[in-house]
């Protein structure tokens, strides 16, 4: 079920996992996943919204849309900052979480695809990254794993950093 690219590593509580999510149950069981690892080794999560980012702006306000929102949404964004962006369902999922005992949250990026899911992560300091096989679909996977720029710094920088495949099925 699940395809691991990178050597496991060891417990490193205090890490960050960062994985997929949506508006739909597509990327459930990355999320279940993901949520299982934290819980067992006391990670932090950050739920990353694949479907945030659109055509016609950013999910965030920007500098011209409020003056001094930037400070309001910072890398992580807690249930209460997800609902002001319209984003209920990933609050929801942030709630679920939570009452797991994992201390989580949530991203709205403004761009689309892996090259900006890796330069987060890069940002972030995430220990393990997980994904959806579907991504193969859109040559994502393989553009994350191999193929951007910032998927060659993130390996660069953070050698420890894991991403996991998890089937969609």
Known sequence: M???????????????????????DEYRAVRKQAMDSAAKHGHSLILYDWD???FLGSPLPTWWSGEGS???????????????AGRAIIADQVAEAQALGIEAGGWLPAEH???ALAAYALEQG???IFVSSALQDVGGLDGLLHGTDQAAALDRATPACTVVVVDRR
Not at 2 to 24: H, K
Not at 70 to 84: H, K, M
């Open 2 to 24: 699940v395809d691991e690219v990178a050597q496991a590593q060891p417990d490193r509580t205090g890490q960050t996992i960062i994985a997929l999510t949506g508006d739909d």
């Open 52 to 54: 945030a980012p659109t």
């Open 70 to 84: 930037e400070e309001l949404f910072s890398g992580r964004l807690d249930q209460t900052q997800l609902r002001a």
């Open 113 to 115: 695809g892996p090259g």
């Open 126 to 128: 995430a220990s393990t």
